[in-house]
């Protein structure tokens, strides 16, 4: 599991600002999303809300998970 866990931090520090803002982007859109589901005003944006998230979050993961394996890669061989 440490090994896991220190392969996800080790990609995560190859992180530019352009992911950070991705990530931020996605927490942002699902926290929306979530304050959404209940007042009236929001509904008509939760489509909207839906796809940046979803958009942000693939980014972000693929990133995140080629790193992941580069890393694990390289620890291997």
């Given at each position: 599991m ?14 530019n600002?352009?992911d950070?803002s ?10 929306v999303?979530v304050?959404s589901?209940?007042p ?5 944006y939760?489509?909207?809300?839906a ?15 080629i790193?992941?394996l ?5 620890e291997?061989?």
């Amino acid at each position: 599991m440490k090994k896991h866990l220190n392969a996800m931090l080790a990609s995560a520090r190859d992180y530019n600002l352009w992911d950070y803002s991705v990530f931020k982007t996605c927490l942002f859109s699902m926290g929306v999303l979530v304050g959404s589901a209940f007042p009236k005003q929001f509904q008509k944006y939760r489509q909207l809300l839906a796809g940046i998230f979803m958009v942000s979050y693939v980014m972000i993961m693929t990133k995140t998970l080629i790193g992941y394996l580069h890393y694990i890669k390289k620890e291997t061989y």
